[in-house]
């Protein structure tokens, strides 16, 4: 059974820093691309940031400059490093990968959501 396991969020005060970590657990063969997905009280998720697993990586224009993602193929775990947080950083936030191959098959999986907290 894959599991997406994250942690890492809390309270900040703006202009803080948060590394978020999600790590991968089960009978895994491959992992395709990773990201990080937020989810503000009443909007839709969004894309904060996404890594191939050759280490390519896209951003939002939000949080460009600002968030880095980066992996660790080894360990199977993804990270966020958030510096600079301001308020509108504040949302829940999800790890995703798109595509994990296991002897059953290949399918996305989510992870159950950190709570990022940035205050004024």
């Known amino acids: 059974q894959v599991q ?24 895994i063969l491959t992992i395709n691309d990773m ?4 989810q503000a009280p009443g909007k839709q998720r969004e894309l904060v940031a996404a ?4 280490g390519s990586t896209i951003y939002a224009d939000s949080v460009k400059g600002r968030f ?7 360990k199977r775990t993804v ?9 509108e950083d ?3 936030y999800y ?9 059953r098959g290949a399918r ?6 950190t709570q990022v907290t940035v205050s004024s």
């Open 68 to 74: 880095t993602i980066s992996r660790d193929n080894a």
């Open 95 to 103: 790890c995703n990968a798109d595509r994990i191959v296991t002897m």
């Open 4 to 27: 997406l396991v994250e942690s890492g969020g809390g309270l900040v005060q703006a202009g803080g820093s948060l590394r978020l970590s999600c790590a991968a657990s089960g009978s």
């Open 90 to 92: 504040t949302a829940v």
């Open 35 to 38: 990201g990080w997905y937020r």
């Open 51 to 54: 890594i191939s697993s050759g």
């Open 108 to 113: 996305g999986y989510w992870g159950q959501g």
């Open 79 to 87: 990270y966020l490093q958030m510096n600079s947080l301001k308020p």
